[in-house]
């Protein structure tokens, strides 16, 4: 199956700076591809679409000065989360739709941010 | 509110048990329906999924899952499981008129399978 690949896998950063995570579709093309948060022991939260070419759409809740995307290319999609806080520690997961047709959804393995 | 609700947080059972995940959700239209697994230091994978059809699915690993459009439910089975299910379990939907990939999970369900 299609591969979504994230880096870096883990992220410990202090308060008040800024941390990239990237999020690629290794053979596939993705135009379009999600961001989710996951607090320990709690659900996917869906974040934003990110829209190759455009801006992205940001869930209700959800501050886009906060959490940049930027989807630049096909197979790139990066979540900046800017001035991080301990509060927004937690596993931030990206996936990309498969191929027209194959209705599957495909998840990267996540990127811990620990913010001290 | 858009919602999908699972009713067990943790599930204990031994091996060769049967298992079943409860999953109801509310949403006003169509949807297209999956049931995710999530094993320890993995990422996601699908287990199976709805769309049309057959309201009884089969998936991987000898999963499966009833879709019951009258009580809004999708619920996940498996006649006897394995150690090696245990994992964390995730129903969630897309809805028909939100862009497809977008998708609402439930809370997820940690299941605990003892040898």
């Known amino acids: 199956g299609a591969v979504v690949s994230q880096h870096p896998s883990r992220v410990i950063c202090k308060s008040g700076t800024s941390v990239k995570i990237e999020c690629r579709s290794l053979d596939f093309q993705a135009t379009t591809m999600f961001w989710y948060r996951q607090f320990p022991k709690q659900s996917l939260m869906l974040m934003a679409t990110?829209?190759?070419?455009?801006?992205?759409?940001?869930e209700q809740g959800v501050e886009k000065d906060k959490f940049l995307i930027n989807h630049a290319s096909l197979t790139l999609s990066t979540l900046t989360v800017t001035s991080a806080h301990p509060e927004d520690s937690s596993f931030y997961i990206c996936?990309?739709?498969?191929?027209?047709?194959?209705?599957?959804?495909?998840f990267g393995p996540g990127t811990r941010l620990t913010v001290l | 509110a858009q919602s999908v609700s699972q009713h067990n947080h943790h599930v204990i059972l031994s091996e060769a048990a049967s298992l079943e995940l409860g999953c109801n959700y509310s949403y006003g239209g169509t949807v297209n329906l999956f049931w995710y697994v999530q094993y320890p230091g993995q990422h996601l994978q699908l287990l199976l999924k709805y769309f049309s059809g057959d309201p009884l699915v089969k998936g991987i690993k000898g999963f499966e899952a009833e879709f019951i459009k009258s009580k809004f439910s999708f619920n996940l089975r498996k006649p006897s499981v394995q150690w090696s299910d245990t994992a964390e379990y995730f129903c969630?939907?897309?809805?028909?008129?939100?862009?497809?990939?977008?998708?609402?999970f439930g809370a997820g369900t940690q299941v605990v399978v003892t040898p």
């Open positions: 969630a939907v897309n809805a028909r008129g939100d862009s497809w990939g977008k998708l609402q």
């Open positions: 990110s829209n190759e070419g455009s801006k992205a759409t940001y």
């Open positions: 996936s990309a739709p498969g191929l027209a047709g194959v209705n599957e959804q495909f």
